[in-house]
C-alpha cells in the first residue's frame, strides 16, 4: 500500500525559510516522478515544483529562484526548501508521486499548512 505524507509545514514570518518533507512508503521510489503543489483558500491547487526520476525539476513562475526541490531515493523522500516566503505562499502545500504504475493523477498525501505572517 503506498502511503504519501507532508511534513514540516508552519507559521512562518515574511522574508523567513522553511523546508517541507515529503516521506513515501509503497513506491519503487527511483522510477516515480515526485511534485509538490500547494492550494490557497479560494484558490485552485497549482503545481510549485516537480522533480522526475531523472532528476529534472521544473518550477512555476512564482517560485522560480525562491524555491528549491530535491529527492533522495536512498531515504524515498523528497524535500522542498523554501525561502523569501512571502504572504502570497501560504496556502497548503501537497505531495504526488507517480509512477509507470500508478493512477493517473498518481498519489497524492493530506497536505500540510505553511502560513506566512508576521
Known amino acids: 500500500q503506498v502511503h504519501v505524507v507532508e511534513l514540516g509545514g508552519e507559521l512562518v514570518q515574511p522574508g523567513g525559510s522553511l523546508t517541507l518533507s515529503c516521506a513515501t512508503t509503497?513506491?519503487?521510489?527511483?522510477?516515480?516522478?515526485m511534485g509538490w503543489y500547494r492550494q490557497a483558500p479560494g484558490k485552485q491547487r497549482e503545481l510549485v515544483a516537480d522533480?522526475?526520476?531523472?532528476?529534472?525539476?521544473h518550477y512555476s513562475d512564482t517560485v522560480k529562484g525562491r524555491f528549491t526541490i530535491s529527492r533522495s531515493n536512498v531515504k524515498e523522500m523528497v524535500f522542498l526548501q523554501m525561502t523569501s516566503l512571502h504572504s502570497e505562499d501560504t496556502a497548503v502545500y501537497y505531495c504526488n508521486a507517480k509512477t509507470p504504475f500508478s493512477p493517473p493523477e498518481g498519489y497524492w498525501g493530506r497536505g500540510t499548512q505553511v502560513t506566512v505572517s508576521s
Open positions: 509503497g513506491l519503487i521510489f527511483h522510477l516515480t516522478d
Open positions: 522533480i522526475d526520476r531523472g532528476e529534472t525539476t
